[in-house]
């Protein structure tokens, strides 16, 4: 499960990179952004709880 929040977040964070200097999508890239951000966070607390 661990795995898969980091792909998902090195995956939304590749899409906010290519929307951002590429093609401008606007305000989805940022969501897409903060959500990969949420998901590593979310990771990292799990982990530190253990």
Known sequence: MGRLLYLIAIVLVILWLLG????HLGTLIHWLLVLAVIAVLLKVIKEASK
């Not at 951002?20 to 093609?23: C, I, N, R, W």
């Open 20 to 23: 951002f200097f590429v093609f």
